[in-house]
Every structure is written in C-alpha cells, then in structure tokens.
C-alpha cells in the first residue's frame, strides 16, 4: 500500500508535466540609452526601423520599434547615476539582415556612419565560411550593430 501511495503522486506528476509543453519564441529586447531624441532619429533613420505605439502614450521614456516577424527593439532612458553606465561589448550585439547588403553599405558611406568587421578593421567587411557578409558599427550609445546578408 505504502508503494502505491508514492507511485500514484509521480505517475500523476509525469502527466502533468507532458501537459504543460510549451514553445518560447522572441518578443522584444530592450536598451538603455542616454538621450531618447538621439538613439530615436538613429533607429529610425540609420536602421529604418519603423517605430511603434507604446501601452503608455503620454510616457516618453521608453519607444517601441519593429523589427519584423512580431518582434520588437524596445529603447529606454534610463537613469545613469540609478543603474549605471552602459557597458557595450562587440560580442553582445544586434544583428540585422537586409536585402540588398551592398545598397545598404552605400547608404552607412552617404550617412557617414563608419563600420568595421568583427576584428575592428575600419571600412571592412567579413564573410562567414557559409558566405554571409557582415559588418558591425555603433549606435550614439555604443551599442554594437551588425548588419548582415543571412537569407534565413
């Protein structure tokens, strides 16, 4: 009887863990930036991303914007001296695919935003050993971007 009392708890217990399968997909990633009204003008005029409708209208501390298949890039200001500096790493970054890499490449020379590849080597561009071309530049914070080829 002792044995069928704990059986009964850990058969339920798998039927109840089978039930509650579930799948995770992107939503958002959020930045700290120091002046709103720089990093907005950059994301939507050097990323072209299209800026959407926050829950809090009147709340201009935090912007929405797309960034395609129902995922969103989220910048907030922040209070420096509260949380802190932003600390930027080239290999914490955002990475973004465009169709036409090479037109994109003209439009960074025309806006005059300066790039690299990984290494740091200015004006170049990097191929993956599966042929994606990337290259990586920094938004007014110092957020790392990479901008890629990757047919996904």
Known sequence: MKKLIV???????????????????HDHST????????????????LNLKEL?????????????????NQQLHIAQADIE????IKVNKVLHLAFTVKNFDEYVT?????GI?????????????????????LYFQDPDGY???INDANH
């Open 7 to 25: 059986l009964i708890p850990l058969i339920c217990s798998s039927f109840y863990s089978i039930a509650q399968s579930f799948t995770l997909e």
């Open 31 to 46: 930045i700290q930036v120091t002046n709103m009204d720089t990093s907005v003008e950059f994301y939507k005029n050097i």
């Open 53 to 69: 409708e926050t829950p809090w209208p009147d709340f201009k501390l935090i912007r929405f914007f797309e960034t395609g298949k």
């Open 82 to 85: 509260k949380y802190g500096n």
């Open 107 to 111: 439009f960074l020379h025309e806006k």
């Open 114 to 134: 300066k790039y690299s590849n990984f290494a740091g080597e200015s004006n170049k561009i990097q191929s993956r050993p599966d042929r994606v071309r990337q």
């Open 144 to 146: 790392w971007i990479e």
